[in-house]
C-alpha cells in the first residue's frame, strides 16, 4: 500500500525547500517535520485555534488546513522567518516588552497573524486589533497583554519609520 | 551596581527563544522517531470480547501493534493510585491497555507503532475491536442511584465518603447551630464539567540507549521527576539509569499533573522493546476524551445566620463526578471541602461528601482545583443571606470576615496535604475595601437606575476567595558558580509557561550579588536535579523560589569564607556587588566571584589560565591544611532544600459589572476588578499575566465552556469547535489592585499566585447576573439559551 509522493517546491523564509510529501499530507506536518520548522504548532487541527497559522503570499493561512501540495509554489513565512537576522521584528520585540506570551504555544500564529495584520493597517484602532486577534486562541494569557503588544508594535513600526525617513 | 531585581518587572528570559520558532516543546522532538497511535473505546461502557488487528498487518510501514496481552506484568497491571486516602475506599485506575472492560469512551485499547503517524492510524482504522457495549452511567446524581455499575465491585459506584465538621466557639455542631439561628435558607448549587485544555497535548518521547541501558524520556508533563520514578518502576529499571525531562510545555494548568499516563509508560516500553525511538504526540480529540476534566459537582447547601448576616452554622453535601477512575485520587472534593469557609469565620460548619464513579473522563485538577466549586458555594451563600435580609452583599461579607489580628486562623480543618488548615496572614477587610473602591460599587446603584431608565439591565457581583498554595512536601534548588563567573540554578519541578527562567533568575541574582544576564535556569530535568515535586497548586514560586534563595544562600556563605581567605578580610565585613565579592564601603579590594570558584575547587590540573591559580604548586591552600577541610566539598555550588510546615494562603477578591440582553439573554461583561494578594511579588509583571490568564480560564467556565456527555456517554463537543474557549473578544479588562500581605511561614515571604485568577470568576458572574434578572442564579456555566429560559420560568413577560 506504498502512496504516490509529489514532488514540491515550495519559498519557505525566502528559502526555496524541495520535498516529496504524499497528497494527504498537511502543510503544518510538513513545514514541521519535513522542513524541520517547528516553530509552527499544532493545537487542533481543524482550524479553530490558530497555532499553526503562517504567511501563504502574505497572507495569514492555516496550515493545518491546507496539503503541502496545495502550497506548492507559493511563498511561505512561517515565525522562524520574522526576524530580521538576530533582530526580531517590531512585533515580536512588542509582545517580549508587554508580556504577550506565557507558555509560548500560541505565539507564532499570533505573530503571523499580527505581522499581516500591521502591515495592512499599520495604525490599527482598538477595535481593528481586537478583531484582528480574535480568530487565535490563547490559553495562557487572557489576551490583554497581546492586544497591549500588538499596538506597541504598531508604535514601534511607526518609530522606525520615522527613524529611516 | 547590581539592582534589587527581586520584585521588579523583569522581562522574560525566555520569550527571544520562544518568539522566534525556538522552542523546544514535545513533537518539535525526535524527527527520526517512530510514532505511535491508539485505538481508543468508541463505547462509554463495554466488554472487550477481542481484537482483530490481522487486517492492519499489510500497512506500508507499520512496525509493531501491542494490545493488552503483550504486556509484561507490571504493565499489565492497573497504574498506580497516586494519592491515597483512607476515605478513598474503593480507588480504581486504568490498565495502560483495557483488558476485558472500557470504561469511558477514549479509554485505550490498542497501541499501533508506524514509521509515521499517518500510518500509524491506516493501521489504527484497520485494526477490529469486538465490544460488547454495556448500560453506560452518565452524570453524579445517576450515579450515585447505584442502578448500573462502573466496576463491579465498586456497590453504589461510591469511591470515597468524607466528612468533616468544625463545632462552634460553643461546642455545637453545625445541624444544631442551623437549627437555633434566627434565620436558615437551603437550596443546591451546580458546577459543570470543564477541562484545563492547553493549547498543546500531552506527548511522549522516549530514547533507548541500548549500549549503556539507559532510557530517556521527554514528556510534555508537570512533574519530570515523579514520571521518572513511575517508569523506573514500571519498566523495572533501576533509576538511575532513567532520566525525564520536560521541554518547554505548552501549558498545563493542571492535567499534566497526572501521570503516568497510558502513553507515558507504554510508548518508552515500546522504544525499549523496538530498540528504536518512539514518539506519540496527543491530537485534540484523544485530549477531550482520553486526558482529564474537573470541575462537576452538585452542592447542598443549608445555612443558618443572625440579624447581620453572620453565620452561625454551615452545612454543605457534596457530591462529586469523578469519572471512570481514581487516580489522583480525591483531591479536588478535598480542596472544595476545605477551602469553602473562604476568608470567614463561620460558627460551626459541617461538610460531607460522596465521589462517585460514572462511565466518563476521568477527573483530576484543573487550575483552581476544586476552589471554583468552593467559592461558587460559600459566596452564593452570601450573596443569598444579603437577599433574604435585605443587605448589601458586602455589608454580609463584611460582617463575616476574619480580622487582621486573628492570624495565624485555624480553620479546624485537615487540608489537601494531611495538615491542618490554618491561615498564615492576610488582610481580607482591606481586600474589600480597595476593591469595593476600584470598581465603584458604592455608586453602582445609581448607575445601574440610570441604564435601566434607558432600557438596560446592569448587575454588579462579588467573590472572595482564600488559596491554600505551596503546599508541601518540598522542592529543592542547586547553585553552581563556575569558574567563568557564570551561575547555574536548577529545581526539579517543571515549567509551562510560568515564566520561572525568568523569577528563579531574579531570586538568584538578588540573593548572590550577580548581574541577571550571568544566571541560567533549567526547570524540569532529572539529569540537573532529581528530586521534586512538580508544579501544581500554585506552589513554584513558594516552593522552589525559597528553596533556590537557601541554596543561593549557602554558595554565598561559602564564597564570603573564601573571598575572605583571599582578601584576609573577615567574612562578616565582605558583601557582593555585580558579581565582585568586596570589603563593604572598599571598592578597591575585590575578588570577582569566577575567581573565587576557582579557588573553590583546588586543582591538580591547569586547563586554562584561571585554573592554573588553583593548582597545587601556585599556593592556593596552606600546606598544613587538607585541601578540602572537613566538612567542605570542591566547588563553589550548594543546595537547598524548602519543606514548609504547611501551607500558606494567598487571598483575593473579584468583582464584575455585567449587561444582559433584554432581548437575547446575551451576557456581556463590562467591568472587571481583582483585587489580589500573593505576599511579596517575585516579578510583578509575571504575577498580573498569571492573573489575566486564570481570569480568562475562568470567564470561559463562567459562560462558555462545559463538557456535554448525552446518555450513552459520548462526549458531543469533542473539539474547539464545540467546546467554546473565549477569544480576545470574549474576555474582559482586567483591572487589578495588589495586596501585599508577606507569608511569615517563608524566607522569601511569598505566597502561591498561579490559579488564584480563575477562581472566583463563577461566583461573581453568578452574583452580577442574578443582580441584573433579580433571578436567583444556581448553576454554572451559563449560557444566554439558560438564562432565557431562566427569564421564562420567572415569567418575564420578554421571555415568551
Ligand atoms: S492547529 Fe491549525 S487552527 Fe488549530
Ligand atoms: S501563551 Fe500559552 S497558549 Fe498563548
Redesign the interface.
Same mark, same amino acid.
Given at each position: 500500500m506504498g502512496e504516490t509522493a509529489h514532488e514540491i517546491a515550495l519559498t519557505v523564509n525566502g528559502v526555496v525547500r524541495r520535498t516529496r510529501v504524499p497528497g494527504r499530507r498537511l502543510l503544518s506536518d510538513c513545514l514541521r517535520h519535513d522542513l524541520g520548522l517547528t516553530g509552527t504548532h499544532v493545537g487542533c487541527e481543524h482550524g479553530v485555534c490558530g497555532c499553526c497559522t503562517v504567511l501563504m503570499d502574505g497572507e495569514p493561512v492555516r496550515s493545518c488546513l491546507m496539503f503541502a501540495v496545495t502550497a506548492d509554489g507559493h511563498e511561505i513565512t512561517t515565525v522562524e522567518g520574522l526576524a530580521d537576522g538576530a533582530r526580531m521584528s517590531p512585533v515580536q520585540r512588542a509582545f517580549a516588552e508587554c508580556h504577550g506570551l506565557q507558555c509560548g504555544f500560541c505565539t507564532p500564529g499570533f505573530l503571523c497573524t499580527v505581522t499581516a495584520l500591521l502591515r495592512e493597517n499599520p495604525a490599527p484602532t482598538a477595535e481593528e486589533v481586537l478583531e484582528g486577534v480574535s480568530g487565535n486562541l490563547c490559553r495562557c494569557t487572557g489576551y490583554q497583554n497581546i492586544v497591549k503588544a500588538v499596538h506597541r508594535a504598531a508604535e514601534i513600526m511607526a518609530e522606525e519609520r520615522v527613524e529611516e525617513a | 551596581m547590581t539592582t534589587r531585581l527581586f520584585g521588579e518587572a523583569v %522581562?522574560?528570559r @525566555?520569550?527571544?527563544r #520562544? #518568539? *522566534? +520558532? %525556538?522552542?523546544? $516543546?514535545l513533537?518539535?522532538l525526535g &524527527?527520526g522517531a517512530l510514532a505511535a497511535a491508539f485505538v481508543r473505546s468508541p463505547h462509554a461502557h463495554a466488554a472487550v470480547r477481542d481484537v482483530d488487528v490481522s487486517d492492519a498487518l499489510?500497512?506500508?510501514g507499520l512496525v509493531a501493534i501491542y494490545t493488552w496481552e503483550d504486556l509484561p506484568e507490571r504493565l499489565a497491571q492497573p497504574l498506580p493510585l497516586l494519592i491515597p486516602h483512607p476515605a478513598l475506599t474503593h480507588g480504581r485506575t486504568a490498565r495502560p491497555l483495557a483488558r476485558d472492560r472500557v470504561r469511558h469512551v477514549g479509554e485505550p485499547v490498542v497501541m499501533v507503532v508506524a514509521r509515521?503517524r $499517518?500510518l500509524a492510524e491506516?493501521a489504527c482504522a484497520l485494526i477490529r475491536v469486538d465490544y460488547e457495549p454495556l448500560p453506560a452511567v452518565v452524570g453524579a446524581e445517576e450515579a450515585v442511584r447505584g442502578e448500573r455499575l462502573v466496576h463491579d465491585d465498586v456497590p453504589g459506584n461510591v469511591g470515597a465518603h468524607l466528612v468533616q465538621s468544625v463545632p462552634s466557639a460553643g461546642g455545637r455542631g453545625a445541624a444544631e447551630e442551623i437549627a437555633a439561628a434566627p434565620h436558615r435558607l437551603e437550596f443546591r448549587l451546580d458546577i459543570e464539567r470543564s477541562a484545563s485544555?492547553? #493549547?498543546?497535548g500531552r506527548g511522549v518521547y522516549a530514547r533507548w540507549d541500548a549500549d549503556d541501558a539507559s532510557l530517556r524520556v521527554y514528556s510534555s508533563t508537570q512533574t519530570s521527576t515523579s514520571v521518572r520514578m513511575a517508569l523506573a518502576a514500571k519498566l523495572g529499571l533501576p533509576l538511575p539509569k532513567v532520566e525525564v525531562i520536560a521541554p518547554?510545555? +505548552?501549558?498545563g494548568?493542571g492535567v499534566k499533573i497526572m501521570h503516568p499516563w497510558p502513553e507515558e509508560v507504554l510508548v518508552p516500553w515500546a522504544a525499549m522493546l523496538l530498540g528504536h525511538e518512539v514518539k506519540w504526540t496527543e491530537?485534540?480529540r484523544e485530549h477531550f476524551t482520553a486526558s482529564a476534566h474537573e470541575r462537576a459537582q452538585v452542592h447542598s447547601v443549608r445555612v443558618g445566620f443572625d440579624d447581620d448576616g453572620r453565620v452561625l452554622g454551615l452545612d454543605v453535601t457534596i457530591l462529586h463526578d469523578h469519572g471512570a477512575y481514581t487516580p489522583y485520587g480525591i483531591i479536588v472534593p478535598i480542596i472544595t471541602s476545605t477551602q469553602l469557609p473562604g476568608p470567614y469565620r463561620l460558627g460551626a460548619y459541617r461538610v460531607e461528601f460522596s465521589s462517585v464513579y460514572t462511565n466518563t473522563v476521568q477527573v483530576t485538577p484543573y487550575r483552581g482545583a476544586g476552589r471554583p466549586q468552593a467559592v461558587f458555594c460559600m459566596e452564593r451563600t452570601m450573596d443569598r443571606i444579603a437577599a433574604h435580609l435585605g443587605l448589601d452583599r458586602t455589608a454580609v461579607r463584611a460582617a463575616n470576615l476574619i480580622q487582621p489580628d486573628e492570624f495565624p486562623y485555624d480553620q479546624g480543618l485537615t487540608f489537601q496535604d494531611g495538615r491542618p488548615l490554618i491561615y498564615d496572614s492576610g488582610d481580607y477587610p482591606e481586600s474589600l475595601r480597595l476593591l469595593k473602591e476600584l470598581i465603584g460599587w458604592d455608586s453602582f446603584a445609581a448607575e445601574q437606575e440610570r441604564a435601566a431608565a434607558g432600557g438596560r439591565r446592569l448587575g454588579i457581583g462579588i467573590g472572595c476567595y482564600v488559596e491554600g498554595t505551596g503546599v508541601g512536601p518540598y522542592e529543592g534548588g542547586h547553585v553552581q558558580i563556575t569558574s567563568d563567573g557564570r551561575v547555574h540554578v536548577s529545581t526539579g519541578l517543571t515549567s %509551562?509557561?510560568?515564566?520561572h527562567e525568568t523569577a528563579f533568575a531574579q531570586i538568584a541574582a538578588t540573593e548572590l550579588g550577580v548581574p541577571l544576564e550571568r544566571v541560567s535556569v533549567v526547570t524540569g530535568d532529572t539529569r540537573r536535579f532529581g528530586y521534586a515535586v512538580g508544579t501544581f497548586a500554585s506552589r513554584a514560586a513558594v516552593m522552589s523560589g525559597n528553596a533556590i534563595a537557601l541554596a543561593c544562600r549557602k554558595v554565598r556563605e561559602k564564597a564570603l569564607r573564601i573571598a575572605a581567605d583571599a582578601l584576609e578580610a573577615d567574612p562578616g565585613d565582605l558583601e557582593i556587588t555585580d558579581g565582585l565579592v568586596h570589603v563593604a564601603g572598599v571598592p578597591g579590594a575585590s575578588v570577582p566571584l569566577a575567581t573565587v570558584a576557582v579557588l573553590a575547587n583546588p586543582l591538580r590540573y591547569a586547563f586554562d589560565d584561571e585554573a592554573a591559580r588553583a593548582t597545587q604548586f601556585a599556593g592556593a591552600s596552606p600546606p598544613d591544611r587538607p585541601p578540602v577541610a572537613e566538612g567542605e566539598e570542591p566547588g563553589l555550588e550548594g543546595r537547598g532544600y524548602y519543606s514548609p510546615i504547611r501551607s500558606t494562603f494567598a487571598s483575593g477578591m473579584h468583582a464584575a459589572i455585567v449587561e444582559t440582553d433584554p432581548l437575547t439573554a446575551e451576557i456581556r461583561i463590562l467591568r472587571y476588578a481583582v483585587v489580589h494578594d500573593c505576599g511579596n511579588l517575585v516579578n510583578p509583571? /509575571?504575577v @498580573?499575566?498569571q /492573573?489575566?490568564?486564570?481570569? &480568562?480560564?475562568g470567564v470561559g467556565g463562567a459562560l462558555y465552556e462545559r463538557m456535554v456527555y448525552d446518555e450513552h456517554g459520548q462526549l458531543l463537543n469533542a473539539?474547539? !469547535?464545540d467546546f467554546l !474557549?473565549p $477569544?480576545? *473578544?470574549e474576555?474582559p479588562?482586567?483591572e487589578t489592585a495588589h495586596l501585599q500581605t508577606p507569608s511569615p511561614l517563608n524566607p522569601l515571604g511569598i505566597k502561591g499566585a498561579g490559579e488564584a485568577?480563575v477562581i472566583p470568576v463563577s461566583a461573581v458572574i453568578a452574583s452580577a447576573v442574578e443582580d441584573a434578572e433579580g433571578i436567583p442564579i444556581t448553576k454554572m456555566p451559563i449560557s444566554p439559551s439558560e438564562l432565557f429560559d431562566l427569564r421564562r420560568a420567572a415569567g418575564d413577560p420578554r421571555a415568551s
Open positions: - | %522581562q522574560r @525566555e520569550d527571544p #520562544l #518568539l *522566534t +520558532g %525556538q522552542g523546544r $516543546y513533537d518539535d &524527527a499489510d500497512v506500508d509515521d $499517518y491506516d485544555m492547553p #493549547l498543546e518547554d510545555v +505548552g501549558g494548568f491530537d485534540r %509551562q509557561g510560568q515564566g509583571m /509575571i @498580573e499575566g /492573573i489575566h490568564g486564570g481570569v &480568562a480560564q473539539s474547539f !469547535m !474557549m $477569544y480576545a *473578544t474576555v479588562h482586567v485568577g
